[in-house]
Every structure is written in C-alpha cells, then in structure tokens.
C-alpha cells in the first residue's frame, strides 16, 4: 500500500476517525484522493515502460553479440578515432570488470651475442637492453577494469613475462581514478606510467615498432612506472590542453631508493593538440622528470632532472586513419645529473663526481595504405658525455624499419629489422618476428 493512502486508512482508524468522516466528503479531501489514485496508476506506468526498455536493450544487445560472432570480414581499428582513455569508457559494465588479454610472442635473431651487449656511455639498466635469441614469449598482460561506482573507476594490469627460462609475474598497473572531480580535474592513486613525454604512458603492445627507442631505454630503463599520485587538468578550450604534476616513491629508474621519506621522484607534464582543417591533426608536449638517485642500477646517487619534448603529426584522409594516413612522430630528451658514480661492476672503486648531460632522440614515421598494411621506419640516436664517468667518443646510434599486417583490430603479424650500433666497432643487425592479439574487451587507443 502506499504511503500516502496508508495514512488516509489511518486517519479514518484513529480516535479523531469520527470529524474525518464528517470531512470525508470536504472536496479538498476528494481531489486529494483522487491525486493519489492518478499517482499510482502512473506510477504502474512508468514501471511497465522501464521493463520493456530493458528487455528491448538486451534483446539489442543479443542480437550485436550473434552479428559480431558471425560476421566474416575483419573489422580494422580506427586510430584516426583514438581517444584519450577516460575512466568512463574503460568499464564493460556497472558490476563486472571488463578483461582484456594481450598475447605477444617474437622470434629474435641477433648477429652479435647479445650477453656481449654495451651501450657506450649509456649503462644499462631496467629493462633497457636488447632481447634474447630465438623464440620467446613476450610481455604478454591481463586487465581488469571498471567504474566503481558514480565517483571512482580502477583498474589493474598483470605482465607476464619468460626470462631466462623462468616465468615472471607483477602488477604493471594498479590504479583508482576520479570520475566526477569539477572543473577538469582528474586525480589518480596507486601504481601507474607516468604521463611523462608520449609513449611512456603508453603499453607497448600499441607501438608501431616491437621494440621502444634507444631513449625510452637508456633513459627511462624502457618505461617509467611507480607506485604515486596524479592529478591532471584540461582546459575547457578548443584547442586541446592538459596539465598535470606526479609524485612518485622513487623506486625505478632513473630514480633509486625511495630517498625524501618515500616520495622519490616528481613529474611536470603538459600537452596541447588540435586539427588542422578535416585532415590533419597534432599533439605537443613538454614534460620534466625529476629523481634523486640513491645507488642506482648504473651506479649514480644524486640529483637528475630529465627534459621530454614530444611531437606528433597526424593525416589521414577526412580523418578516417583505418583506411589510409601518415604519422610523424618525434621525442627528444636530455639528462641533467650532478652526483656521484661508482662502478656497479667494482662497489670498492672510488666514487667519481659526475656535473653532465647527456641527450636523445628519435624521429619515426608510419605509412598505413590499407586497411591491413602499414610500414614504418625509425631512427635512434644517443650523445653521449665527451667528459666524466659516463664519457664516451661514440654516439649509439639504430636503424629500424618494420611491415605490419592486421588481420583486424583484435590481431597483428609484424617483421623488424634493425641495425643497432651500440658502441664503436660493435654491429647488431637484428631481424625480429613478431606475432600479437587482443582477447576480451579492447578499448579505444590514445592519440
């Protein structure tokens, strides 16, 4: 029974149910009563029409699930489309984490051995040195994410990984994120990649090459990714623009320790973009990384500020980059230390006072002329210091070029072949195989 007839029967049960019954014919008494029927009946209504909404939105939904489990033609991924990953389109549904599965697997033929591999001037550390011989499986991942409820989305990424004829396993992300903060802010907790330059906030399965560049490895161990907190602006402009700050714990490369009570290293990022008529679009950004560095993986302690400048260039006919387009992209990156270094190799040496810089780059272009081809082409290059610890005569320098087939949005054969020149006199022609898929949700890309 509703409520507010309850307590019309309630008012005609009580003690004063006597002067109700001498108002019960009061035309205000009526017009309320039959308010209340209208109400009601309304009420009945309005729940009719909600559960056919809903049996005709699962009905769709069956029906797109048999179409896409039928369908023969491939359905290539629009990148032209590629949208930054917001909280609100990361989540299958209110209640269940939506589960992606990235599968990556290589064959990797090396003319020199890699265990002989050095980078001069340039020491090696996370994951920044080439990959083994022969077949391997590559850093596969599996994700789970979600909203959480109208004010929070999370998500949580494993990397699975063989080295050495043993399997590894860690969280690579780990995140809650605000959905509903005013005004443009967003504000992430946990482990994650820094927003730092282009590609590190990147996963690698979205490359265009099967490797990062020579930078993202000398500099960055491969990628930087810790345990912090984010918070991020864009503006309410045309033109896109985002800026936003990071405080890390400091454990990675090319921080070291932990040091400042657990809060290591700090980030500065911002980014703009835009288009240029239907055709052509564009993003830039300048980031600052700055660590302290206690005992590091190439033996430096001390202070280290490291400068990204990103730029990317994008055409494609009426936008639409899953038929045909271009991308031009390029980084370049310099890194400021002033400590101390000793020799990871001989902890007994003395250590040696290090006040330097050292600089990198890379410049790649991608030229997709059909739904399922695109070829690429990229060039690395490292300056090394002419004095100091690090100091070195020769600058690191790669040639990659690599052909990729999409069989779909969901699939991707890809052959590489490189020619690295780590260190003089030192000539690595590198052929890579490579084979990768996507299972399970698949959201949009970044730009």
């Known amino acids: 029974m509703r409520p507010l007839a309850l307590a019309l029967v309630l008012s005609l049960t009580l003690p004063g149910a006597a002067q109700a019954a001498r108002t019960e014919t009061d035309p205000q008494i009526a017009a309320l009563a039959e308010r209340i029927r209208a109400l009601e009946a309304n009420a009945q209504t309005l729940q009719k029409q909600a559960a056919e909404a809903l049996a005709a939105a699962q009905a769709a939904q069956s029906e797109l699930q048999q179409m896409k489990s039928t369908r023969k033609d491939p359905v290539v991924v629009d990148r032209s489309d590629e949208a930054p990953a917001t909280a609100m389109n990361a989540s ?9 599965l990235i599968l990556n697997g290589l064959y990797v033929n090396h003319a020199k051995d890699p265990l002989d591999y050095r980078r001069a001037g340039f020491p090696l550390v996370g994951e920044g040195g080439p990959s083994a011989d022969g077949l391997l499986l590559g850093e596969s991942e599996i994700s789970f994410a979600a909203n959480i409820d109208d004010k929070f989305y999370g998500q ?13 396993a860690g ?4 995140y809650v994120e605000t959905t509903a903060l005013a005004d443009g802010f967003t504000a992430r907790a946990g482990r994650f990649y820094s927003n730092i330059g282009y590609l590190n906030s990147h996963h690698t399965h979205t490359d265009y090459f099967s490797d990062r560049p020579l930078a993202y490895q000398a500099f960055l161990g491969n990628q930087y990714g810790d345990d912090g907190v984010q918070l991020r602006w864009v503006a309410p402009t045309e033109t896109y623009l985002e800026i936003g700050t990071e405080a890390f714990r ?3 490369a090319p921080a070291a320790g932990a040091t400042h009570n657990g809060v290591g290293a700090k980030t500065f990022f911002a980014h703009a973009g835009g288009d240029v008529g ?12 700055h660590a302290d560095a206690r005992d590091g993986e190439d033996g430096f302690s001390g202070r280290s500020n490291l400068f990204l400048f990103d730029f990317t260039w994008k055409w494609a006919p009426h936008g639409a980059f899953k038929d045909s387009g271009i991308v031009l992209r390029s980084e370049a990156f310099i890194d400021d230390r002033k400590g ?3 020799d990871p190799e001989d902890p007994q040496a003395p250590a040696q006072d290090w006040d330097g810089k050292r600089r990198g780059a890379y410049v790649e272009g991608l030229y997709r002329f059909s739904r399922s081809w695109d070829v690429g082409y990229r060039y690395d290059r490292l300056w090394a210091a002419s004095s100091g610890p690090y100091a070195s005569d020769h600058d690191p320098q790669r040639h990659s070029i690599a052909a990729t087939w999409h069989n779909s949005e969901f699939s991707l054969l890809r052959l590489q072949l490189a020619r690295d020149e780590p260190q003089a006199h030192f000539l690595d022609n590198v052929l890579t195989l490579q084979y990768q898929v996507s299972l399970g949700a698949h959201g949009a890309h970044k730009f």
Do not use: C, Q
């Not at 949580?156 to 590894?168: F, K, M, N, R, V």
């Open 278 to 289: 239907s055709n052509n679009s564009w993003l830039a950004g300048a980031s600052i990384l």
């Open 250 to 252: 400091g454990e990675n």
């Open 171 to 174: 969280i690579e992300e780990a």
């Open 340 to 342: 101390v270094v000793i």
């Open 92 to 100: 299958a549904n209110a209640f269940n984490p939506a589960i992606a």
């Open 156 to 168: 949580l990424t494993l990397a699975l990984e063989s080295e050495d004829g043993e399997t590894h």
